[in-house]
């Protein structure tokens, strides 16, 4: 108990003196894993409420925001400013693992946290006899439910992939609750309620007994959502999805098969961004999709992506708040657009808004024509090899379904279609990261090509600035650059398609975060 009674005043004795106590240990004669008394023992204790005033009769807003992870940690952040905007007069706290680095909990105290140090229970503190299975489903869930030993009268706990949309959060941190229960939203369409916002008194008779239940169970039913639901059965009280808003586009994995119902993104007072790779990931791939108001019909179909309505939205204040943000975050930001809602606010205070470089926040279409303006007579000035460059350059543009390598910034390949078959070639318009251009060029993992444009966008539609070769080096032509048709049967119901260069054919874009991880393997969480 020596241990215990010091971690009342200071976690680095749970890290240094009880690193040794084992976790989950095997229970031979029952030939089943259990937890290990004397690891239970040590950590039933209520966590410090760091110089928090009155705390025993505060309500406090709390996050867990792990200890390394950039797109937590700037999902906490985020989740800070809208909480110090929305519900100025509760406390914070963000319950972070021993080891964050000072860069880290230096963005949060900026964004209004107070920290709560708690150990990260991973293979090295787990012991010889340690279940590793256990452990690697359930130690982010022991993590998180921490937040109910911490001695405060009453905690609403946001997951710090949330964010608040609206005043109305006053009245679910001030509605009644009877001892005992606690309130949370169904999650989605699941029969469920989800751990990702819950309003409730803490205390260690509730924490001891999720305890309990992780000594009975396996597998998925040590997820913290798992274990709140059972551990408050019939005393949850249901909040509207408002106030933990998963709203879903499609069918989402692990349901019955049909569109979820209920809709709340337009109402949401909590958004809440589950799925992987989160709103704040510092991809510049993603930032792009979230930017754009059109892009959850994309990204966000048939996956766990919750909240994706809100995306843009969400964006709007990640820009607003970059300085906050991680170097990680703050560096994507620097290549992606500006945000799509003019009416939302202003980027600089008293300036109207304004689309940088001209770039629009429309998807980038499946079909772009490309064709030259010139005087009439004027081509038969053009150089020989000036003329026949336009002649196979002009035309029709596909997305393809080819990979955005990283080469290419992962940003569309198109190919034209309108290139005479005896020519013999395949002309390509694609992205050189390293230069950050468009090109049209036969090989679209060459740095070079027929033509380039001078000024980066997003989409081949908003650059500007074409220059063509004319034999012995470039000159710059005019080119308009539009959407096109949609040619040879496109399916109907959706604007993301993308043209097979194996079948010939449409078929429905796939986004692709990374190489092969897209967004159908993406876990929920």
């Known amino acids: 108990m020596a241990c215990s009674q010091l971690l009342a005043f200071t976690l680095v004795c749970f890290v240094s003196v009880c690193q040794g106590v084992t976790i989950r240990q095997v229970d031979r004669d029952a030939k089943k894993p259990e937890l290990s008394p004397e690891w239970v023992q040590n950590v039933s204790f209520l966590l410090p409420a760091n110089g928090i005033p009155n705390h025993k009769k505060a309500t406090a807003v709390v996050t867990f925001a792990g200890k390394k992870n950039p797109e937590y940690i700037d999902g906490a952040v985020m989740l800070g400013m809208s909480v110090q905007k929305y519900l100025p007069e509760y406390p914070m706290v963000a319950l972070i693992i021993a080891g964050m680095k000072s860069k880290y909990r230096s963005l949060l105290k900026s964004a209004g946290w107070s920290t709560v140090m708690v150990p990260n229970w991973d293979k090295e503190y787990c012991g010889k006899e340690c279940d590793l299975e256990f452990l690697g489903r359930w130690h982010d869930s022991f993590e998180k439910i921490n937040a109910f030993r911490l001695p405060f009268a009453r905690v609403l706990f ?156 969400f964006y709007c204040d990640i820009r607003r708040y970059a300085r906050n943000l991680s170097d990680e975050l703050q560096q994507e930001l620097k290549s992606t657009g500006l945000c799509c809602h003019p009416d939302r606010f202003s980027e600089k205070k008293g300036k109207k808004y304004d689309e940088r470089n001209g770039e629009t926040c429309l998807e980038c279409p499946a079909t772009l024509k490309l064709w030259s303006q010139h005087s009439p007579g004027e081509e038969k000035h053009w150089s020989a090899n000036m003329r026949g460059n336009m002649q196979h350059i002009e035309g029709s543009y596909v997305k393809t379904n080819i990979p955005s390598l990283k080469f290419n910034g992962g940003r569309p390949i198109y190919v034209n279609q309108n290139v005479n078959p005896k020519d013999n070639i395949t002309i390509y318009m694609y992205f050189i990261q390293a230069n950050l251009v468009w090109v049209v060029g036969p090989d679209y993992t060459a740095k070079n090509g027929m033509g380039f444009a001078g000024m980066d966008a997003q989409c081949p539609r908003d650059a500007k600035y074409w220059s063509f070769h004319n034999g012995t080096g470039f000159e710059r032509r005019h080119v308009d650059i539009r959407a096109g048709t949609n040619l040879n049967n496109p399916p109907k119901g959706t604007d993301h398609i993308v043209w097979n260069v194996t079948s010939h054919s449409w078929e429905r874009e796939r986004i692709v975060w990374e190489h092969e991880n897209t967004t159908e393997d993406e876990k929920d969480d």
């Open 158 to 313: 946001m997951d710090s992939d949330t964010y608040i949309f609206g005043s109305h959060v006053q009245s679910l941190v001030t509605m009644p609750l009877a001892d005992g229960h606690i309130a949370m939203a169904k999650d989605g369409c699941k029969e469920e309620y989800n751990s990702g916002v819950m309003l409730f008194s803490p205390g260690l008779a509730v924490f001891k007994q999720m305890l309990k239940m992780v000594t009975e169970r396996k597998r998925e039913q040590v997820l913290d959502q798992n274990l709140v639901n059972a551990a408050y059965r019939g005393k949850i009280v249901e909040v509207a999805r408002e106030f933990n808003c998963v709203d879903t586009v499609g069918i989402q994995p692990g349901t019955t098969g049909k569109p979820c119902e209920h809709h709340c993104s337009k109402n949401a007072v909590i958004a809440h961004f589950t799925g992987h790779p989160k709103p704040t990931s510092p991809k510049r791939r993603l930032l792009e999709l979230v930017r754009r108001p059109g892009a959850p019909a994309l990204a966000c179909m048939n996956t766990n992506f919750g909240s994706c309505g809100k995306w843009s939205e």
